[in-house]
């Protein structure tokens, strides 16, 4: 029991004291109804469509049945407006809501929260199953998303051949970016063996990316149900596109319609012509791009040009005859050659000056000045110079030297 419901808290079955009390058939289905909803606040059911009906008031009545049991179901108008498609007798589905009690009547129900098909709904759930696990591992991670090259020259687009799909990328690529190269890798888009195709293909665009030049896997196809795009919720296709080097961008379905294989991609694209727009240049924009870098170019070559010219006439300017150039150099030589000569001239009356100077400076101090003045120099006859007593003996010659000549003289005595 509920302790927070004091109806059911007042009242419990189970309860031999109450086995006697009278209940109000309003009371009864009152606390029914309470019951219900406090032990099945939400319960998710399988079951087949019947006795549908749609009033004018939008909301939906139905009664969902199995082989052995039905149970009448209410979807009201709130509700109802977020279901994708038309429900229809016969339908499987699988709904999720709460067990009631309608107390006018005693009906016991299901008041419904959601309404789905029963194959959608298990691809649905498998596939939120998938996202988060794949999210858990880091899959889906900016990180791990590689940049797009700013222009691509080569793009692998992996769909399939014959679909309008390729016909669409191509012809975006023709209007915008007819250089754009394009190869394309069959594969099969929906059924059994298309998500080992496709993973298959990335590896083949992984193995020819260096011989072919490719810049960019482009996964595409068009719209369809959840089971139809199977292949792109696929866990191998998913770890493929997570291992590929190429970046890879994914353009499944239409734009409403999401897929695993956009959470992993490098780069999600609305819809796959919406690709093609994004990956191929404008060619307007690109030739007016270059027509703008050529006027700039020209702009720049002419003046440099203005420029070049106008060094050339200064050029041209101070460019002389070589007569003229030769007369100025022979004039500059023999202005050279007289200031030399000066020069010359200079320096030997600054020498033959000083030189006189020396001269007379020298004769100063010569001994030949002194012998003038009337002293001598006596020297041996073998040339040593006396210059004291004690160098000579009683009978020694000896040679003195006049200012006029010589005497050769022999020593009688010699006097301290």
């Known amino acids: 029991m509920n302790p927070d419901n004091p109806a059911l808290h007042a009242f419990d079955a189970r309860d031999a004291d109450n086995s006697n009390r009278v209940l109000s058939v309003s009371s009864l289905n009152r606390l029914a109804r309470g019951?219900?909803?406090?032990?099945?606040?939400?319960?998710?059911?399988?079951?087949?469509?019947?006795?549908?009906?749609?009033?004018g008031s939008g909301h939906w009545y139905l009664t969902l049945k199995d082989d052995g049991a039905q149970i009448r179901c209410a979807m009201f108008r709130n509700r109802n407006a977020s279901v994708r498609?038309?429900?229809?007798?016969?339908?499987?589905?699988?709904?999720r809501g709460k067990l009631s009690l309608y107390e006018g009547r005693g009906d016991y129900?299901?008041?419904?929260?959601?309404?789905?098909?029963?194959?959608?709904?298990?691809?649905?759930?498998?596939?939120?199953?998938?996202?988060?696990k794949l999210t858990r591992e880091g899959l889906f991670d900016s990180d791990n998303k590689q940049p797009l090259?700013?222009?691509?020259?080569?793009?692998?687009?992996?769909?399939?051949?014959?679909?309008?799909?390729?016909?669409?990328?191509?012809?975006?690529?023709?209007?915008?970016?007819?250089a754009m190269q394009v190869t394309v890798i069959p594969v099969p888009v929906q059924g059994r063996d298309s998500a080992?195709?496709?993973?298959?293909?990335?590896?083949?665009?992984?193995?020819?990316?260096?011989?072919?030049?490719?810049?960019?896997?482009?996964?595409?196809?068009?719209g369809g149900s959840l089971e139809d795009m199977q292949a792109f919720n696929d866990e191998s296709v998913a770890r493929a596109?997570?291992?590929?080097?190429?970046?890879?961008?994914?353009?499944v379905g239409h734009e409403t319609d999401i897929s695993i294989a956009d959470f992993v991609a490098d780069l999600r694209a609305p819809t796959p012509s919406a690709a093609a727009e994004l990956l191929s240049p404008d060619q307007q924009q690109l030739h007016m791009t270059v027509q703008t870098q050529q006027d700039k170019l020209l702009r720049l070559m002419q003046a440099l040009f203005n420029q070049r010219h106008q060094q050339l006439d200064w050029l041209q300017k101070r460019l002389q005859h070589p007569g003229r150039r030769l007369q100025e150099?022979?004039?500059?030589?023999?202005?050279?050659?007289?200031?030399?000569?000066?020069?010359?001239?200079?320096?030997?009356?600054q020498r033959?000056?000083?030189?006189?100077?020396?001269?007379?400076?020298?004769?100063?101090?010569?001994?030949?000045?002194?012998?003038?003045?009337?002293?001598?120099?006596?020297?041996?006859?073998?040339?040593?110079?006396?210059?004291?007593?004690?160098?000579l003996s009683a009978g020694d010659d000896i040679i003195s030297t006049l200012a006029n000549g010589q005497i050769v003289s022999t020593v009688k005595e010699i006097k301290a």
């Open 35 to 55: 019951l219900l909803e406090d032990c099945f606040p939400s319960v998710t059911v399988e079951g087949e469509i019947s006795n549908l009906a749609v009033p």
């Open 85 to 95: 498609f038309r429900p229809a007798n016969g339908m499987q589905v699988v709904v």
């Open 109 to 132: 129900q299901l008041i419904l929260d959601t309404l789905q098909d029963a194959g959608a709904g298990a691809l649905q759930r498998a596939f939120d199953e998938l996202k988060q």
């Open 149 to 178: 090259p700013a222009h691509c020259r080569h793009i692998a687009v992996i769909t399939s051949p014959t679909g309008a799909v390729i016909k669409d990328i191509i012809s975006v690529f023709r209007r915008r970016y007819p």
């Open 196 to 222: 080992l195709a496709i993973v298959q293909a990335l590896r083949t665009a992984q193995q020819r990316q260096q011989d072919l030049g490719i810049d960019v896997v482009l996964l595409a196809r068009g």
């Open 241 to 251: 596109i997570h291992a590929c080097p190429l970046p890879v961008v994914s353009a």
């Open 329 to 349: 150099q022979s004039h500059l030589l023999a202005q050279l050659d007289s200031r030399l000569q000066r020069a010359t001239l200079r320096f030997l009356q």
């Open 352 to 391: 033959r000056s000083s030189l006189q100077m020396l001269v007379r400076n020298l004769e100063n101090i010569s001994p030949l000045q002194t012998l003038q003045r009337g002293y001598s120099i006596t020297r041996t006859p073998e040339g040593k110079l006396i210059n004291s007593s004690s160098q």
